[in-house]
């Protein structure tokens, strides 16, 4: 996450999107919830080290399907689906 600060820092005009995910264990609310939690911790973080909030959206996006990077079936493909994504988001503005 240092490494994004430090981005951040050399392209004051990028904004993000940070992006939390979960695995399928446990009920979809709680996984939406968990999912924004560690999205808003980065964005809290990127905050705490000079980044302007203004410049990032942190968003949840539980255990959907589509996101999963790896099979839920196994500890390690769980580990690897709870994750946080940081893509940018002037691509949007364009």
Known sequence: VDSVVETMRAYPETKININGFTDSQGSRASNLELSQKRANAVRQYLIDNGIDGSRMIANGFGELPEYFIADNATAEGRWENRRV???????EEE
């Not at 994504?85 to 691509?91: G, Q, R």
């Open 85 to 91: 994504e940081i893509e940018s988001a002037n691509a």
